[in-house]
C-alpha cells in the first residue's frame, strides 16, 4: 500500500469557482425578483446548464442571501369556514 494513498483526499470545493464569476448576476437577480423560488431563480441564471439547483442553493446560504422557500403557503387548518 502506498502511504499516499492512505491520506484521505482534501475535500473540493467547487461551489466558488462555479458562481464566483456571477456573484454580482446573482445578487442582482435576488433583488430584481425577491418571490422567486431558488427552482425559478435557477432558470434566470445564465449557466443554468452547468450548475445544479442545490449548488446556487449552497452559494446563496454562502452569500447570506434570501429567497422565496415555498411556492405556496399551506392553509390555516384551525379557522373553521
Known amino acids: 500500500m502506498k502511504p499516499e494513498t492512505s491520506l484521505p483526499?482534501?475535500?473540493q470545493r467547487g461551489v466558488q469557482l462555479k458562481l464566483a464569476p456571477y456573484e454580482q448576476k446573482i445578487r442582482q437577480l435576488v433583488a430584481d425578483h425577491p418571490d422567486?423560488?431558488?427552482v425559478e431563480l435557477h432558470?434566470?441564471?445564465p449557466n443554468k446548464d452547468n450548475v445544479t439547483?442545490?449548488?446556487l442553493l449552497h452559494f446563496l446560504k454562502?452569500?447570506?442571501m434570501t429567497w422565496k422557500q415555498r411556492l405556496l403557503l399551506r392553509q390555516?387548518?384551525?379557522v373553521k369556514t
Do not use: Q
Request: no cysteine; proline share 0%.
Open 9 to 11: 483526499r482534501k475535500r
Open 53 to 55: 439547483v442545490v449548488t
Open 76 to 78: 390555516n387548518r384551525s
Open 62 to 64: 454562502r452569500l447570506k
Open 36 to 38: 422567486a423560488t431558488l
Open 43 to 45: 432558470a434566470l441564471l
